[in-house]
T-cell receptor, first 108, second 117 residues
């Protein structure tokens, strides 16, 4: 089956720093989403982005489907950005598969 | 504007007991999903439903039963709970479009933390 790898597994930042999270996948997909799981466990949909670039405030995402990766950019990080960021992909022959996540800690 | 709600949020039960986790969504999404989240395994799909009275197995369906008599509700039942079913359970819903793939844009409930003693 498809492999979904996220890097880095852990990231520690000071408030105000920028970061890039990466999601690599091993096969063609027709659906890619980014989620944020906050420290209270809530899973929030950040982006539905099977290809191209989207921006939402300080967050933006880019998916290069032909090269099988997606990037999530967080600019001017805040403590509320802490949590785990998941990439999820849907191959053409299966349901949505989640990566193992990147754990982000932002300190004041 | 509740969106998708799960109940109970926390549940402690004993091995062998039946437990039902409830999921209700107000968006009239056609698709609903149950995932479990465990350390070391991430999020894994248990069951999903494409519409009322249509359900199908996901990656880890053993020991679980689902039903969907109404579009807005998708209960998950553990008929005889085991310790290995201790987990956080998430319900989700989506409304796929022609180009969004099978799942569409996914929205999660707040989760139900289940402990089986």
């Amino acid at each position: 089956g498809i492999q979904v790898e996220q890097s880095p597994p852990d990231l520690i930042l000071q408030e105000g720093a920028n970061s890039t999270l990466r999601c690599n996948f091993s096969d063609s997909v027709n659906n890619l989403q980014w989620f944020h799981q906050n420290p209270w466990g809530q899973l929030i949909n950040l982006f539905y982005i099977p290809s191209g670039t989207k921006q939402n405030g300080r967050l933006s995402a880019t998916t290069v489907a032909t090269e099988r990766y997606s990037l999530l950019y967080i600019s001017s990080s805040q403590t509320t950005d802490s949590g785990v960021y998941f990439c999820a992909v849907e191959p053409y022959t299966d349901k949505l598969i989640f990566g193992t996540g990147t754990r982000l800690q932002v300190f004041p | 504007d509740a969106g998708i709600t799960q109940s109970p949020r926390y549940k402690i039960t004993e091995t062998g007991r039946q437990v039902t986790l409830m999921c209700h969504q107000t968006w009239s999404h056609s698709y609903m999903f149950w995932y479990r989240q465990d350390l070391g395994h991430g999020l894994r799909l248990i069951y999903y439903s494409a519409a009322a009275d249509i359900t199908d197995k996901g990656e880890v369906p053993d020991g679980y039963v689902v039903s969907r008599s109404k579009t807005e509700n998708f209960p998950l039942t553990l008929e005889s709970a085991t310790r290995s079913q201790t987990s956080v359970y998430f319900c989700a819903s989506s409304e796929p479009t022609r180009t969004s793939g099978y799942t569409g844009e996914l929205f999660f409930g707040e989760g139900s933390r289940l402990t089986v003693l």
